[in-house]
């Protein structure tokens, strides 16, 4: 087996997966968005269990991980579309809060050059609410930079789905051949 066999570019692809998936979990979780943190979460176990299941030959983990990847490309297919309100989806809605608050993402209000400005109250005089601040601008809108790790996410899970299939297949012959 040569380093860049299908086996070991699945274990790359893991691995970045992984790195990935954390960082969007870390920026889900500071903008309180309920529904990307429970599936984030589920991802990351998913995205470990193949991981091991490529590194021990575990065939079983293998196919739980491609069978999660088509979830995981619609879920992100999904997000992307409803931070781009296409489909008849909102941004604005509280879908990916799961209606419990009314937080968003927090690159909304801390992107990338992003001034802004809270509103005097007297009842929130030292603490900061979502709701009592405005943006005045950034160089990057947040759905942008949303739709932007929703394809970061597609492009790694693409190339993970054409090879946890090679890597199935593989694993497939070679138990039909030691049986």
Same mark, same amino acid.
Request: glycine residues 6%; proline residues 3%.
């Given at each position: 087996? /040569? &380093? &860049?066999?299908? %086996? &070991?570019?699945?274990i790359?692809?893991?691995?970045?997966?992984?790195?990935?998936? !954390?960082? %969007? =979990?870390?920026?889900?979780?500071?903008?309180?968005?309920?529904?990307?943190?429970?599936?984030?979460?589920?991802?990351?176990?998913?995205?470990?269990?193949?991981?091991?299941?490529?590194?021990?030959?575990?065939? %079983?983990?293998? @196919? @739980?991980?491609?069978?999660?990847?088509?979830?995981?490309? &619609?879920?992100? !297919?999904?997000? /992307?579309?409803?931070?781009?309100?296409? +489909?008849?989806?909102s941004?604005?809605?509280?879908?990916?809060?799961? +209606?419990?608050?009314?937080?968003?993402?927090?690159?909304?209000?801390? +992107?990338?050059?992003?001034?802004?400005?809270?509103?005097?109250?007297d009842?929130? =005089?030292?603490?900061?609410?979502?709701?009592?601040?405005? @943006?005045?601008?950034c160089?990057?809108?947040?759905?942008?930079?949303?739709?932007?790790?929703?394809?970061? =996410?597609?492009? !790694?899970?693409?190339?993970?789905?054409?090879?946890?299939?090679?890597? !199935?297949?593989?694993?497939?012959?070679?138990?039909?051949?030691?049986?």
């Amino acid at each position: 087996m /040569g &380093c &860049c066999s299908g %086996r &070991c570019m699945l274990i790359l692809l893991c691995s970045v997966q992984l790195i990935t998936a !954390v960082e %969007r =979990q870390v920026f889900d979780f500071l903008g309180y968005q309920w529904a990307p943190i429970m599936v984030n979460f589920l991802h990351i176990i998913v995205v470990i269990l193949g991981l091991f299941g490529a590194v021990q030959y575990q065939l %079983r983990y293998v @196919v @739980v991980y491609l069978l999660w990847m088509f979830v995981w490309i &619609c879920w992100n !297919v999904f997000v /992307g579309c409803l931070y781009l309100d296409l +489909g008849g989806l909102s941004k604005d809605s509280h879908i990916l809060s799961l +209606g419990v608050s009314s937080h968003s993402s927090w690159w909304k209000n801390h +992107g990338p050059g992003c001034q802004s400005q809270s509103l005097p109250s007297d009842s929130w =005089q030292d603490h900061q609410n979502p709701k009592l601040t405005t @943006v005045l601008s950034c160089w990057l809108q947040y759905q942008y930079i949303e739709v932007l790790h929703c394809t970061m =996410q597609l492009l !790694v899970s693409l190339p993970g789905v054409v090879y946890s299939c090679y890597v !199935v297949s593989t694993f497939s012959e070679e138990e039909s051949y030691y049986k």
